[in-house]
């Protein structure tokens, strides 16, 4: 299990048993065709007995016979890390939110946070909820005046949904192992000239770079599983590791990965 305290703003977690006897990896996990070092697959064992043995979440990972709740599998990761001093110990997180927050112990926090009170998203996602009870009344009227109506509505409500979503890529600012920092609308038209999709910037592995190089924590190696059932897809299965997705955090990834050495595909 992992520790039962840590400081509210330190997420380096010390490993429970001594690594003195595992080797260093010279170069750094590629993070889309690995094999799981063995330092990793260490942290990763600690992350889920913590998983199994937590009880305090209102989540359903589809684990637990009877329990009430939508199931929704998670993909989790840790990232090795040496300290300033030469500790060696990791740093855990989940990909979007967990039990409908950005927040919890033990987990580095998001690279930005949407849901705090008042906020644009909050405020953007509430007019969107007013305009959909709109078009949902005026369609069960049944009146055929009402169509250009409609009409309007629903044009109003994809360009709303457009503007929210690139405000919310604004937000996301990433940094590099040189301390450069680059805006996640910045990073996907460099590197394909398009917009990112929606959820770019929530998954794990970005979010534990993020903090390690706002920490000064020199990443070493890295690791992703999915934790609980899947109602959607066969491919993903409960405790296997997966590479980084391609299509989310490929070009944030080589961002944030420019000027370390990485190992060879492990394919």
Avoid at 36 to 43: C, E, T
Avoid at 104 to 113: A, E, R, S, T, W
Avoid at 132 to 141: A, D, F, Q, Y
Avoid at 248 to 266: H, Q, R, V
């Amino acid at each position: 299990m992992l520790p039962t305290v840590l400081p509210k703003t330190n997420y380096f977690i010390p490993f429970n048993n001594s690594v003195k006897h595992y080797p260093i990896p010279e170069k750094f996990t590629y993070p889309f065709d690995y094999k799981p070092h063995p330092i990793s697959l260490l942290a990763s064992e600690e992350l889920k007995g913590y998983l199994t043995n937590y009880q305090e979440w209102d989540h359903n990972f589809g684990l637990t016979h009877g329990k009430e709740g939508k199931v929704i599998g998670k993909m989790f990761g840790v990232l090795v890390v040496k300290t300033e001093e030469d500790e060696i110990g990791y740093l855990a997180a989940f990909s979007g939110k967990l039990a409908g927050g950005y927040h919890h112990p033990f987990f580095v926090p998001p690279v930005y946070d949407a849901l705090t009170e008042g906020s644009f998203l909050n405020v953007g996602m509430q007019e969107l909820t007013r305009i959909n009870l709109k078009i949902k009344r005026l369609e069960e009227s049944g009146k055929k005046e009402n169509a250009a109506e409609i009409e309007d509505l629903q044009k109003l409500r994809k360009q709303n949904s457009i503007d929210l979503q690139g405000k919310l890529f604004d937000r996301f600012h990433f940094l590099n192992k040189s301390g450069r920092e680059k805006s996640l609308r910045t990073i996907f038209q460099g590197n394909s000239n398009s917009n990112p999709p929606a959820g770019a910037g929530e998954c794990a592995a970005p979010k534990l770079l993020q903090y390690a190089f706002q920490n000064q924590l020199k990443p070493i190696a890295m690791a992703e599983f999915w934790w609980g059932l899947s109602p959607k897809s066969d491919y993903w299965k409960h405790g296997h590791f997966y590479p980084a997705c391609r299509e989310k955090c490929e070009p944030i990834l080589t961002y944030m990965l420019e000027g370390i050495e990485l190992d060879e595909a492990a394919g």
